[in-house]
């Protein structure tokens, strides 16, 4: 009895420990399925090439026809390439190639991608994207825009020079990518100024005067966040670095000398404290409706740069992002990292046109007709008559859907995402308000695509909010950050 009592308590621990053994391997797969895999090393890479024409060439960005005089500062691209890889195994990738650029116009990027399809075969071509930092002193890309003299590079010429070149650096990044670790960090540079002025009437307009009588307000919020990238080798040296503030380069940007913009001088400061090899690429985040030129307080603005020595805007502009990076940069080597996850998704995206109204055309018709027969205007013809050609599509019911490629990067706790647009500032706002990241870079002009207004710029109206400049709305603008945050979570969930 004794011996059969023994063995019923042996018994019952033997089921206990099975039991048990069970329960944490329950346990253990649970946790296996959500707690996020281990994070791959991160391969960095990189390159920078001078972009400069060696010939007078038309200047982009203006309405005017303006032909370059000479170079005042280096135009650059410069690429960052970025590869996941567990062992000899390769996960996600990413090419991103910040352009001293007005925009990225149609046509461009394809011909980047078949530049360097033969010579990298080995990586996605569809994860390779380029930015422009918005530099209103850079040259055309695009035929047909102006009229335009003899004897100057042509836009086809620069196009095919500028290709290029971008294909060699986004090459060189590839073949240069090592293993290294990457930071992020956010420091704060008051460079944008919202450049829409709102009147006693409700009516808005760009760079309107604040000493009117009638003004009112500044239309709308100003993002002075600066949300930086800083990439290390293995021994922890500094290599690259992306800086990324909701503000166009175009400081300078009525001139007609080639010049780089504020990005020249940032670039130029952060070399002489960080070594002249530094990659810096500089992001354009969502300022549609801003500028780094003063609205108002000038006179202050001058008299404090005379006494800082005599700085020029440039300059001061440039001390002010030099020293929101190094605020970022402090805080950012505490937690430097080399096991991050990479992840990045392309969508094309649809948005919905923005539609044309009878009145809308009918001033449209009028202003194409009056600037039809001078070849001077033919920048102003063209603005006019898209807005014809749109309409008269819409009435056949042949406009179609507006599609956007979407490049959207998880890199560690940061996201990154793109458009093609100059993005008005509210939708950047929406974006980074409700996006899962600890951090979120917005980089804006990857494409060619117009302003992209809120609603209370439409509102407003004026230039940048009316219909000749907008091939997207406000519907199609909300489109677009759902979008976005839908993909962003998307990321985080996986």
């Not at 308590?9 to 649970?30: D, E, N, P, Y």
């Not at 063209?382 to 406009?399: F, M, P």
């Not at 990067?409 to 793109?418: E, F, H, K, S």
Request: hydrophobic content about 40%; proline content about 4%; aromatic content about 8%.
């Amino acid at each position: 009895m004794k011996h059969e009592n023994r063995r019923d308590v042996l018994k019952s621990r033997h089921a206990a420990s099975v039991l048990w053994a069970t329960a944490l391997i329950g346990v253990w797969l649970s946790l296996a399925t959500t707690l996020p895999a281990a994070a791959a090393e991160l391969w960095i890479g990189g390159a920078t090439v001078e972009i400069t024409p060696d010939r007078p060439v038309a200047l982009d960005g203006q309405r005017n026809a303006r032909i370059s005089r000479k170079v005042e500062t280096p135009l650059s691209a410069t690429a960052l390439a970025l590869q996941s890889r567990d062992g000899d195994k390769a996960g996600d990738e990413a090419i991103l190639v910040s352009c001293d650029l007005v925009a990225i116009r149609p046509g461009i990027l394809d011909k980047v991608r078949q530049k360097v399809k033969s010579r990298l075969p080995d990586f996605d071509l569809s994860k390779l994207s380029l930015g422009a930092t918005h530099t209103h002193t850079a040259p055309v890309t695009a035929e047909g825009r102006y009229t335009l003299p003899d004897g100057i590079m042509t836009p086809t010429e620069y196009a095919e020079f500028l290709t290029a070149k971008v294909a060699d650096a986004v090459v060189e990044s590839w073949q240069k990518r090592k293993p290294g670790k990457v930071g992020w960090g956010l420091g704060q540079a008051v460079v944008a100024q919202n450049r829409r002025t709102v009147y006693a009437d409700g009516s808005a307009q760009m760079y309107g005067r604040t000493n009117r009588p009638d003004f009112r307000a500044i239309e709308g919020y100003e993002d002075h966040g600066l949300e930086v990238l800083f990439f290390w080798d293995q021994q922890e040296k500094l290599i690259a670095t992306a800086v990324n503030i909701a503000c166009p380069s175009q400081e300078v940007g009525g001139g007609s000398n080639i010049n780089a913009d504020f990005w020249h001088p940032v670039r130029q400061t952060l070399r002489e404290r960080h070594g002249q090899d530094l990659l810096v690429l500089g992001w354009a985040g969502a300022s549609g409706d801003h500028t780094s030129r003063l609205m108002f307080g000038t006179a202050a603005d001058e008299r404090m740069r005379k006494l800082r020595g005599g700085l020029t805007r440039l300059d001061e502009i440039a001390r002010r992002i030099v020293n929101g990076w190094e605020e970022a940069y402090e805080g950012a080597r505490k937690d430097i990292r080399s096991d991050v996850r990479l992840a990045h998704r392309v969508q094309a995206v649809e948005l919905p046109w923005r539609e044309v109204t009878e009145a809308e055309v009918a001033e449209a018709r009028q202003q194409a007709a009056k600037y039809a027969a001078d070849p001077a205007q033919r920048w102003n013809y063209l603005w006019n008559q898209a807005v014809v050609d749109r309409y008269e599509a819409q009435q056949a019911g042949t406009a179609g859907i507006f599609t956007m490629e979407l490049h959207v990067l998880r890199l560690g706790d940061v996201a990154i995402a793109t458009n093609e647009f100059e993005l008005f500032t509210d939708y950047g706002v929406q974006i980074k308000a409700r996006s899962p990241a600890v951090q979120t870079f917005i980089i804006q002009l990857t494409g060619s695509a117009g302003y992209l207004p809120s609603q209370r710029a439409v509102r407003g109206g004026g230039y940048s909010a009316v219909i000749q400049s907008n091939r997207i709305g406000p519907e199609g603008g909300q489109v677009l950050v759902e979008r976005t945050l839908e993909t962003i979570r998307e990321l985080w969930k996986e």
